[in-house]
């Protein structure tokens, strides 16, 4: 596109061209965050179309950018790191991408995906990474920025609602458990714009791969119901998508882990303008994208 431009990065990562384009437009409010997915870091040998070590050289370059543009939050989207040998390898994986992501000078979020989860508990998980504020340590939660509700679903559960824990489920077969659904109800229950945070899939058009939550039906009923959820991200899907449903966007972003460097990475800044239009700027294999609002007006109106 004609907005875009090189921009050469440079602090060990020689060589690596970033495609780059910026979002900041200078408007006080506007919510911004970085966004990324599906890391998969891990010290093995690549297979197919992933990457796996690349991704900290990936993730790397998408902290630079975020720190140069300064949004107001960065926040993956799960699938962080992928599986070592043992639990322990595996959290040596953890921790390294842990530490790059936490290069960012702000505050940063962790969505939970099932990989997070391959020969390790989510408790460990959680122990090993760090949310901003009272955030911190929880697996479902919700802060607020500049008047836009966030929401961060976590739907690594088995049918019988118990946690995912070091791979006793099928990656196929993901619930949010009633506790969430409640907690979850309540939260939307407010007359602030809203968006979702998710790692498996609410978009039901994307069945076919195996990637849908479950219980996606009885999730979407509760975002629905108030009018006010403007949007869905989610990961998962390395090929990404995009739907437009009840009133809801749904944004699956493309897998960071997926093709090999120079010329592969996927990672975006997004901008919530004050009228709630959502623009993408992506970079590298993650498209640009523009979703527009229905025309509720500006923040603080009654919806």
Known sequence: MDRRQFLKVSQGIAGLIILHGCVNRGNASSVRFGLVTDSHFARREAAGSR??????????????????????????????????????????????????????KGDVYHVLGNHDEDNISKASFLQHTANAGAAKGKNYYSFTVKKVKFIVLDANYNEDSSDYDSGNFDWTKAYIPRRQLDWLTKELDTRQPVVVFIHQLLDLTQRQHGTVVGNAEEVIAALEKNGNVLAVFQGHHHAGSYNFSGGIHYFTMKGMIE???????????????????????????????????????VWGLSF
Do not use: H, W
Request: glycine fraction near 8%; proline fraction near 3%.
């Open 51 to 104: 990457f796996y070590e690349q991704s900290l050289d990936k993730m790397r370059a998408a902290m630079m950018v975020f720190n140069e543009q300064k949004p107001d939050f960065v926040i993956e989207l799960g699938d962080f790191k992928d599986m070592g040998k043992t639990g322990e390898e595996t959290l040596a994986f953890l921790d390294e991408i842990e530490t790059e992501y936490q290069t960012f």
């Open 259 to 297: 093709g090999a460097l120079p010329d592969n990475n996927s990672f975006a800044m997004v901008e919530i303008t004050p009228s709630r239009d959502i623009v993408i700027d992506g970079f590298y294999n993650c498209e640009d994208r523009e979703l527009r609002s229905l025309g509720f007006g």
